[in-house]
């Protein structure tokens, strides 16, 4: 079945995130890693959790990557020397739902990738993926991936 491929508006969500500037190959290795720091910062945060896990990024400055993943919280805290506050700003993107395992992100990220290209818009620097429910049967996991288009797109 063929990708959908959508323009979506996106709305603020302040997250919780752990991050990390990571080359690409470096992700899939560390990102588990990222998503522990957040979760044991939970146990004793003054907020709670009000959403899906996100990973999210950006261009980094030193690596290929700069990685932030985390969750939406129930409001803002200061930041501590693990875990920031990362305000998710509002705009459009480009929108595909990835459905089986994580390893096969790239196949519809290179879909969404391609419609972009043929509808002429331009993602921006910043991408994110929204983790769905966990399944033990990898072939139902949905991942919401998300291109962030530049101000110039359609």
């Known amino acids: 079945m063929p990708t959908t491929c959508r323009i979506v508006p996106v709305e603020p969500v302040l997250l919780a995130v752990a991050e990390a500037e990571l080359d690409r190959r470096e992700i ?12 044991t910062w939970l146990k004793t945060a003054p907020v709670k959790q009000s959403g899906h896990n996100y990973a999210l990024y950006d261009k980094g400055r030193q690596r290929d990557l700069l990685v932030r993943v985390g969750f939406p919280v129930s409001g803002a805290f200061a930041d501590g020397a693990s875990v920031k506050s990362f305000e998710l700003a509002p705009g459009r993107a480009a929108h595909a739902v990835h459905v089986g395992p994580y390893s096969e992100l790239h196949r ?8 972009c290209r043929s509808e002429g818009l331009k993602p921006a620097s910043q991408s994110w993926e ?16 998300y291109l962030r288009l530049a101000e110039s797109s359609r």
């Open 28 to 39: 899939a290795p560390n990102i588990r890693r990222l998503f522990d720091v957040v979760y």
């Open 108 to 115: 519809t990220y290179g879909e969404l990738h391609s419609w």
């Open 130 to 145: 929204v983790y769905g429910d966990w399944h033990e049967d990898l072939s139902r996991l949905e991942t919401g991936l």
